[in-house]
């Protein structure tokens, strides 16, 4: 008879009578995963590198119904768990809201899995823990709430959304510890509770799970401006991911656009229009988990942030476990070698191909990025003038003779321009410029876009390529170049024939 740990006979307990005999008789089920129950379907049991199907009937709505009926209640994010334990069933509704789908998934104290990285969790700085889904991020909370709580004697409070971290029932489970822990009744208040454990609560250490919304990223940057240690996860693999994703970049410092001097952008081998982080990170340190046994820690973020925006890849600390259980550390180099003459050509060779690379300075990333996805373009957003393909900006940034668009000049980039940041503006200006907005609004971006071009050869006293037009929309672009007094030609083969504009002094 195989023995099995007492927290999963729990879980066991729930399931329905034929699933749970097959589950106690499978010679893994200490190694178990998760159990899948859905309407109509054969049970699954899920291992780490197998599934076991549960031979016999498909699931019913009655074995649904008895899941349900010895589970909690389920919250707003469909989540539910068995109280004292760590385990989480999570359901499937149909658009009745009637639950037609379960995953059992086992939960577990595992002790000792932060030895590799414990010196950063009792450095007491802020760190950010990130990994795909399963990888053991939640694990990982767990842990350090219980360290510092029972071996440091620290006050620590943990904001526990799903129960995930410290499980169902009122009674917090007693792998956090002498750690405290706090309910969110909503996962859209998480923020607030947040707030509310700093407030109330005289916390030296926060732990929070799963930051997502840009109101618990203003949560946890509060959190810290007040010096409470934080620990939390984030949606995200990878810092790179954090820094793209608008909506957390404020977590690794926010992101916004600036013109640099001559002197300065040569200093830097970099362009004049360029990203950087707006302010300090919230978080100190940032620890990827790569594999269940390997992690790569990024101890300066700001830096981190820092080397991804000027275009380079930075180096972590890798620290791996192997499989005697000795820990071997890589560190990451003192200093970043500078980039060499064909690493800075590179981007510029790979330029004109794939999706179209747009730089927008002045306009909301997120909002772009966003247009692009639901319309399904073929678009990019790159963080530099060197990267991209045009540049979108607003009217008010692109005066005549501003930093961006003499940086533009010099780039021979096109400068698209929107009246307004606002979102409406710009899918307008990507349906003008991918073709599937109406011929209204198409002829008055093409016109918008020759009045802008006309300016900028004003100004620098050279020649410039505008967007591929259609003959008739070309022959309107020429005759508002006449009326400015410059001269065009029409140059290319269609569908990417164009105009070129050239001062008055040229040809």
Same mark, same amino acid.
């Given at each position: ?21 097959? !589950? ?12 899948? +129950? ?10 780490? $590198?197998?599934?076991? #199907? ?11 119904? #008895? ?6 209640? =389920? ?16 359901? !499937? ?11 059992? /998934? ?22 950010? =823990? +990130? ?5 053991? *991020?939640?694990?990982?909370? /767990? ?28 009674? %917090? ?28 609560? !005289? ?10 919304? $840009? ?75 790569? $594999? ?8 300066? &973020? ?35 070698? $500078? ?6 050509? /590179? ?9 179209? *690379? ?41 005066? %005549? ?25 710009? &899918? /307008?200006?990507?349906?003008? #410029? =991918? ?14 876009? &020759? ?50 504009? #050239? ?5």
């Amino acid at each position: 008879m195989i023995k099995i740990d007492d927290e999963l006979e729990k879980l066991l307990e729930v399931l329905p009578q034929r699933v749970k005999q097959a !589950m106690v008789k499978h010679p893994d089920i200490n190694t178990l995963i998760e159990v899948v +129950l859905d309407l109509g379907k054969i049970p699954e049991a899920r291992f780490d $590198e197998k599934v076991f #199907y549960i031979a016999g009937n498909q699931v019913s709505q009655e074995d649904i119904d #008895y899941v349900v009926d010895q589970v909690g209640q =389920f919250s707003g994010d469909n989540r539910a768990g068995i109280e004292r334990t760590l385990h989480r069933i999570s359901c !499937m509704r149909n658009r009745q809201g009637k639950i037609v789908g379960l995953t059992c /998934r086992v939960g577990r104290v595992i002790y000792g899995t932060i030895d590799i990285i414990r010196d950063v969790i009792e450095s007491g700085k802020n760190t950010l =823990f +990130l990994g795909p889904p399963g990888i053991g *991020k939640t694990t990982k909370l /767990r842990e350090a709430a219980r360290v510092l709580s029972d071996q440091f004697g620290k006050r620590v409070v943990v904001v526990d959304t799903s129960n995930e971290i410290a499980g169902d029932g009122d009674i %917090p489970h007693s792998g956090i510890g002498k750690a405290r822990r706090m309910q969110v009744s909503a996962p859209e208040l998480q923020h607030r509770v947040m707030i509310e454990a700093v407030e109330n609560h !005289m916390p030296e250490v926060v732990i929070v799970d799963e930051i997502g919304t $840009e109101a618990e990223a203003g949560a946890c940057r509060t959190i810290a401006e007040r010096g409470v240690q934080l620990i939390g996860t984030a949606h995200g693999n990878t810092i790179k991911n954090v820094v793209s994703n608008p909506t957390l970049s404020d977590l690794v410092g926010g992101i916004q656009s600036v013109i640099l001097g001559d002197e300065e952008a040569k200093r830097r081998h970099t362009q004049k229009a360029i990203l950087e982080r707006k302010a300090p990170p919230t978080f100190d340190i940032a620890v990827e988990i790569q $594999e269940r046994d390997k992690f790569a820690i990024y101890i300066d &973020v700001a830096k981190a942030v820092d080397t991804l925006l000027r275009g380079r890849v930075p180096h972590p600390e890798i620290r791996v476990r192997t499989q005697d259980g000795k820990i071997e550390v890589k560190k990451a180099p003192e200093t970043m070698p $500078e980039p060499t003459e064909e690493e800075l050509k /590179r981007v510029q060779r790979e330029k004109g191909h794939g999706p179209v *690379k747009i730089f927008p300075f002045g306009v909301n990333r997120g909002h772009l990025e966003r247009a692009m996805r639901s319309m399904q373009l073929p678009a990019v957003v790159v963080l530099s003038l060197d990267d991209c393909d045009l540049v979108l900006t607003t009217k008010s940034k692109s005066r %005549p003779n501003t930093k961006i668009m003499r940086a533009a000049s010099e780039h021979h980039l096109p400068v698209h321009v929107i009246k307004k940041n606002v979102s409406s503006q710009i &899918v /307008r200006f990507l349906k003008y #410029y =991918f073709g599937s907005g109406s011929k209204e609004e198409a002829e008055e971006f093409a016109l918008r876009e &020759v009045e802008e071009a006309i300016s900028q050869v004003i100004n620098t006293h050279k020649s410039i390529d505008i967007s591929a037009q259609n003959s008739y929309i070309r022959r309107l672009q020429h005759q508002k170049v006449g009326e400015a007094g410059l001269n065009s030609e029409s140059v290319g083969e269609e569908p990417q024939r164009r105009l070129r504009i #050239y001062p008055s002094s040229a040809g």
